[in-house]
């Protein structure tokens, strides 16, 4: 974890949940994290593993020029790169493990900037899966920002954030698409309390 904001989302996510899995949304205080808030959002995960944005902060929304609310989370990255994203998501629900991922964020007019995603699991009401806490935050706020919105995500590189007590592994798969398969492309990093 490269950025300050994904550090403190990180932090903070994983004092909330002690010893369990994820903690449950209703938890989530958003004055405790006030300083972060403008680069989190929350993630609605379908059944079918799809999510759907529910919250967004501010300075999101700033880069891409637009309220984020009900967007499929997905249609933020280019077409040829969607696939990353479910990869992540697919990791954060199947695995309850937290995703890092670097990314390259493009507007049409040519303007480029470096963004670190954090993604973490969260219970709704008891129930795991259906939630997400997550971070998009630059390393430097670029002067363009509000003028000319981000067309497109790409991720450049993505690793997996194992929770506290279980074994860190690299998994490893054939390409028939199976979960171990789908996974492999991860580089996992032991997880842990801060």
């Not at 696939?83 to 049409?108: K, M, Q």
């Not at 470096?114 to 939630?131: C, D, F, K, N």
């Not at 592994?169 to 997880?191: K, L, N, W």
């Amino acid at each position: 974890m490269k950025h300050a904001t994904t550090r403190m989302i990180f932090a903070y996510w994983d004092a909330l949940r002690g010893e369990r899995s994820a903690p449950e949304r209703g938890e989530i205080e958003p004055g405790e994290i006030r300083h972060v808030l403008a680069d989190t959002f929350v993630l609605e995960v379908a059944p079918e593993r799809t999510a759907t944005i529910r919250l967004a902060g501010t300075r999101i929304c700033a880069f891409f020029g637009r309220e984020l609310k009900g967007e499929a989370f997905d249609r933020l990255w280019h077409p040829d790169a969607a696939e990353d994203v479910h990869h992540a998501i697919e990791a954060v629900v199947e695995e309850a493990a937290g995703v890092v991922a670097g990314l390259s964020a493009a507007t049409e007019e040519g303007a480029s900037a470096e963004l670190e995603m954090i993604l973490l699991p969260l219970r709704h009401r008891g129930r795991p899966h259906t939630r997400i806490l997550g971070a998009l935050s630059p390393a430097v706020v670029p002067p363009w920002i509000g003028l000319y919105p981000v067309s497109h995500l790409t991720t450049s590189s993505q690793r997996v954030l194992w929770p506290s007590g279980r074994e860190a592994r690299i998994v490893r798969g054939d390409h028939d698409g199976s979960p171990v398969a789908r996974r492999q492309r991860f580089v996992v990093h032991a997880g842990g309390r801060i």
